[in-house]
């Protein structure tokens, strides 16, 4: 779906905020121009100016900044207000107010403190949206609807506690099924009506693991019907525009699997630590998080908020050195994204983020740094256009699922103290990028036909028939790499019975009889029939070798000797078990084995400096080739032949942060 045929360059502003100052507005305006913006976000949190009081909508003066931005060529995505409602509203409607786990009230203040299942506040939501949309529905500025904000957050009230139950006697239809389901005859924990069933709390059931997992489900579904509400009412007033929702990194409160069916396109919004550890290491986190994005509809997404300068919320809100603002937005754009939109255009001048970055500080002035860096970027960006809407290719998929993560960090064993699920993930995802390979970060529930390569780290929780799917993509010749601490639970966190990792022993030749837990500081070593090497900790996975190939042993304790990673031929394919919670350094040199097996090629064919990623997105006719600099002295790369050189140079160098961009 065609928003506009530009990268969209911007970001959010609150012009609400500097009505009684319209030498301000029209100065933004200017520095807009200059600096190259084409698109900002209005509207998110101005519902207590757009409805001061019940009933009462002043939408002139957003018409007015409309009108104004879209005459100076700059286009609008336009929010719903729903991410924070109005005093007003609470005062009159407590309802709307949430409650928490431990069954309290909140009072009026944050954001996102409302409850969606509250027939009031979705009745006023809708009525807001229509007219929102009646009035700007066909308002050529408009490219794009921002349904709410940062979706996240849940309320226990008792509007929700029937709610949650009518959802499970529509999943379940009877009691005993729900008991066997989640296995309440421990601890007689046995339900005889759906109407007794509570949402899990502190000062109630907090460990009955198929209760906190529905709920979390309940959760995610009842925010979608409410997404699915304020849809319905700007369609309601007319408005045709595609929709989004800005979605966050790492988050855990929603399964985002559900919210991208809803909307036209994924946005989400990021905010690494930059400079806290290893540049490149906090550039292949957040790359993960953009992949796991993309793949989300294995479209281009959109890149909704990132700082220019330092947050105001982080533990260290760190300023950003020169170079790092371009290197980001780049980045977002390398793994698939068709924007750079920045929080915020202006500072504000009190409360919560009057401190956060801004392209506009509070002097006002268009000689900064920041200001200078952010028209460089729109200025790099304007020449790049033909960049949009191109994609990127991945041959290689990682499974990095929510629901999975649900269950695996609150399943009581075997350790309490960190599993480590996000680390797994990240140390394939960052060998194959440090080999120069696109990835997609995909669910159980996505489709596996694609891909070559499919890595499932800690599968703890099999839903949606993924041991089928994963037989069958090995069977027809795909590569399989599944670690420890896979196949051991259903979607309701019961232990399957017999052999695992569940259904899939034939195809990996081996089955899993035990796992040891290792004390933080204790470790263990793997060994290979070449001298090998690696260190271990947290968990080691004991084996019984059913057919597979062994690879590497572990180096000591009572298991010493015994099978740690293994191979196994199926059909017309592969798989590989990694039995063991193994240092980087073992993936780096084990996953060069499994691309050459699966004859897969990077992205480029000369050895990548450390320290340096090479992405790649692909049109029709062409492949861009974004080679990004992540230390902080220049690196030398071979990129003669290579392709057109349309962003930066190499001859002198690669620069600290600096990215060159090839054609092909």
């Not at 949309?133 to 940062?150: D, T, V, Y």
Request: net charge negative; charged share 25%.
């Amino acid at each position: 779906m065609i928003m506009t045929d530009q990268l969209m360059y911007g970001g959010d502003y609150n012009p609400e905020q500097w009505l009684d100052r319209p030498d301000i507005l029209e100065t933004d305006i200017e520095y807009m121009k200059k600096a190259k913006i084409n698109t900002v976000t209005l509207g998110v949190f101005s519902w207590a100016v757009l409805e001061p009081e019940e009933g009462q909508y002043h939408l002139d003066w957003l018409e007015d900044i409309v009108d104004r931005l879209y005459s100076n060529g700059i286009s609008v995505i336009l929010a719903t207000p729903s991410g924070a409602r109005p005093k007003w509203m609470s005062d009159k409607y407590p309802e709307v107010l949430r409650v928490s786990e431990d069954r309290r009230r909140a009072l009026f203040g944050k954001r996102h403190n409302h409850c969606y299942t509250s027939p009031v506040y979705r009745q006023k939501v809708a009525t807001i949206n229509q007219k929102l949309a009646e009035r700007f529905g066909n308002h050529p500025a408009i490219k794009l609807w921002h349904i709410s904000n940062e979706y996240g957050g849940e309320c226990h009230c008792q509007l929700c506690q029937e709610a949650f139950r009518n959802w499970l006697k529509n999943r379940y239809q009877s009691i005993d099924e729900l008991n066997k389901k989640w296995y309440t005859r421990f601890w007689s924990h046995t339900y005889h009506s759906f109407d007794t069933i509570e949402s899990p709390s502190s000062i109630g059931e907090y460990d009955l693991h198929g209760l906190k997992l529905d709920w979390k489900r309940f959760v995610t579904d009842q925010t979608v019907d409410f997404i699915e509400n304020e849809i319905a009412a700007i369609r309601k007033g007319g408005a045709t525009q595609p929709t989004t929702v800005n979605m966050m990194y790492d988050y855990l409160g929603l399964n985002y699997e559900k919210l991208a069916k809803v909307v036209d396109i994924i946005s989400w919004d990021s905010y690494p630590l930059w400079h806290k550890t290893k540049e490149v290491e906090i550039a292949r986190d957040n790359g993960l998080q953009h992949d796991f994005m993309r793949s989300l509809k294995k479209k281009p997404f959109l890149l909704m908020e990132s700082c220019p300068s330092a947050t105001n919320w982080q533990g260290i809100s760190k300023l950003k050195k020169p170079g790092l603002l371009s290197a980001a937005s780049w980045q977002a754009i390398a793994h698939g994204s068709d924007s750079v939109l920045y929080f915020q255009i202006r500072q504000g001048r009190g409360s919560s983020e009057k401190f956060h970055g801004a392209v506009i500080d509070h002097s006002g002035r268009d000689d900064t740094r920041v200001f200078k860096e952010v028209t460089a970027m729109g200025e790099q960006l304007e020449m790049l256009q033909e960049v949009k809407g191109t994609k990127c290719k991945a041959d290689i998929a990682i499974i990095y699922d929510t629901e999975n993560r649900w269950a695996l960090e609150d399943a009581q064993g075997p350790r309490n103290n960190g599993l480590f699920y996000h680390e797994a993930v990240m140390k394939s995802y960052s060998a194959y990028r440090k080999l120069g390979y696109n990835v997609d970060v995909i669910n159980e529930a996505q489709d596996l036909s694609d891909y070559k390569i499919v890595v499932a780290p800690m599968l703890y929780l099999f839903r949606e028939k993924i041991e089928t799917r994963l037989e069958a993509f090995v069977k027809n010749g795909g590569h399989l790499v599944m670690t420890y601490w896979s196949g051991v639970v259903d979607e309701w966190d019961r232990c399957f019975l017999g052999d695992t990792p569940y259904g899939l022993t034939q195809v990996l030749g081996v089955r899993r009889t035990e796992i040891d837990a290792l004390y933080d500081g204790e470790t263990n070593f793997i060994q290979g029939t070449n001298n090998e090497r690696y260190e271990c900790q947290y968990l080691c996975e004991l084996t019984q070798n059913e057919g597979a190939k062994t690879l590497m042993t572990y180096g000591k304790d009572f298991y010493k000797d015994e099978l740690a990673i293994a191979e196994n031929l199926y059909g017309k394919g592969k798989a590989y078990y990694v039995g063991v919670d193994a240092e980087q350094a073992f993936y780096d040199t084990f996953y060069k084995k499994v691309v050459k097996e699966a004859h897969l090629q990077p992205i480029l064919s000369i050895e990548t400096p450390e320290g340096v990623e090479v992405t790649s997105r692909v049109s029709e006719k062409h492949e861009y080739i974004f080679i990004q600099n992540y230390n902080t002295e220049p690196v030398d790369m071979p990129l003669d032949g290579v392709g057109e050189v349309i962003l930066g140079s190499y001859r002198d160098g690669i620069g600290a942060y600096e990215t060159v961009i090839l054609k092909k």
